[in-house]
């Protein structure tokens, strides 16, 4: 019989599974890091995004239930989140199809948005239409 040894693998062949894990492992975790990278991007995008919202929807309420109205703009003061806004009103000339005219209608156009410090970065805006009979023509 012949003296049977069991076969070991060559040390090379070692290494060479070690670095094919750890380049593996280097692939992995840079994608793993850029996904995560993105998914924060967009979670601040789209949190700065529903604030701004918040702040045009409140200025465009606080301006449209005034009890009187004339054509002006309105500057609001910066936010606590750096945002900021303005609302236009002006008087707004409407004709109906039996060419009549519609007195004292405004319309009131609101304006939020955030800068980085040169540029607004995010700008929305609103705008509504209000009847104001008490308002002067």
Sequence with gaps: ?????????SPGFALLEILLAIALFALVSVGMTQAIDGIAKTTTAARQEAQVLRVLESVLAEVAHQ?????????FPKTADNIDASATIEKVRLITKDKVELDHIFRVRA???ITDG???????????????????I
């Design 1 to 9: 019989m012949k003296n049977l040894r069991p076969v070991r693998p």
């Design 67 to 75: 009890p009187e109205f004339k054509a002006t703009k309105v500057s």
């Design 111 to 113: 304006e939020a948005w």
């Design 118 to 136: 040169v540029t607004r970065r995010i700008v929305r805006t609103m705008e509504t239409y209000v009847y104001s009979p008490n308002s002067p």
